[in-house]
């Protein structure tokens, strides 16, 4: 279910994705039966940018109701499927036979769903980076990351650190 919001993450940050990132991404995370077409590619494009939506929603209340709104959108219908004897039964969000676009849409909706009910929901970020707004889903321990990548961070506190120089060594800084 988690690999869910990881493929929400990565269709935020890829809104244009080609055939053949898109089934790689979606092999990495064991989708069943991943292989993209150019067609499905085009297909996810509008729903990247709903699934946006919910990571720059500010209050966890909206998080919720915007992925509620993506998991009737996507038909999302849980069911237990084994792919065969002694296989361990797991969840599909959609039937196999509706073709992966529908598969991938009920996939990422229950995948944020189910981070936003597992209370992870704020969790669910954008870099705080001016011009950055990459997606991310925050997996470190105490829940605080506000920037994408250590980059994004060393940039800000740089710049932060650079103005604060700036204001100490303005004239007339300091005097009372």
Do not use: M
Request: glycine share 8%; net charge positive.
């Amino acid at each position: 279910t988690v690999a869910g919001a990881h493929v929400a993450v990565w269709l935020v940050n890829h809104p244009v994705p080609g055939a053949r990132d898109l089934t790689a991404t979606l092999r990495s995370h064991d989708v069943h039966e991943p292989a993209a077409t150019d067609a499905n590619a085009l297909a996810l494009r509008p729903w990247a940018i709903r699934l946006r939506e919910v990571f720059e929603a500010g209050t966890a209340g909206e998080k919720a109701a915007l992925a509620d709104a993506l998991l009737v959108a996507a038909d999302c219908r849980p069911r237990l499927v084994s792919h065969g004897a002694g296989q361990p039964f797991h969840l599909h969000y959609a039937p196999v036979r509706t073709g992966l676009a529908p598969r991938v849409r009920a996939l990422t909706a229950a995948g944020l769903a189910h981070v936003i009910d597992s209370g992870w929901g704020t969790r669910l970020r954008t870099c705080d980076r001016a011009g950055c707004g990459v997606a991310f889903l925050d997996t470190s321990r105490n829940g605080r990351r506000h920037f994408c990548s250590v980059r994004c961070a060393n940039q800000v506190n740089v710049a932060s650190h650079r103005r604060r120089q700036r204001q100490r060594a303005a004239p007339g800084a300091g005097r009372a």
